[in-house]
């Protein structure tokens, strides 16, 4: 009787995360068709053919949905620059590295993009409360950290080239996704080397 119990509870269990699944999926696909803007509840339970009190089952409002989308687009970012800054063992190099890889991501997984900086440069308290964006910014915060201890400036302040590295990377892809929809272009690639490049400068 208590293994049926607990098979009951697992099939519940499993088929409760079988639709929220389907929601997230039906979700992406209608921001990959008609942008994030156009996302709404109903447009959901329409797609996956579910009444709409099924999906506030789920998630308290759309804001909820897209968090799972905000939290999947830092995930996979910080991901990349994991990968990237294991290619030099030097932190100024890495940095580039990084910086490459953070353009590249941003262009590839555009709608990522635009859901994660949906709002502008996230808050310090949205950050703190969202595990993969502390992930994120523990990445970039570590390879600065070391740059600066084998600099002649040690007491500099990590923090603040923390968000000075990251107002760079952003503000750089936001100016060419708006100046351009096809990606980055060489102008692009050679402008976000010389500030970089500046950015690492100034620690030395």
Known sequence: M???????????????QEVRNSILLAAWQLVEREGWQALSIRKIADAIEYSIPVIYQHFDNKEAILLEFIKQGFGLLTQELQA???????????????????SKFAFKHKHYYQLMYGMGMPACETVNQVEEMQAFSQVLLQVIGEAIAQSQRPATNDFLKFHTYW?????????QMIESQQGPNGWHDQVLEDAVNGFIQSMN
Do not use: F
Request: net charge positive; aromatic share 2%.
């Open 84 to 102: 990237a800054r294991t290619v030099s063992p030097l932190p100024s190099q890495q940095l580039m590295d990084m910086a490459r890889a953070y």
């Open 167 to 175: 107002s760079i990377l952003h503000g750089l892809v936001s100016i």
């Open 2 to 16: 208590i293994r049926k119990s607990l098979g009951i509870v697992e099939r519940k269990i499993r088929q409760k």
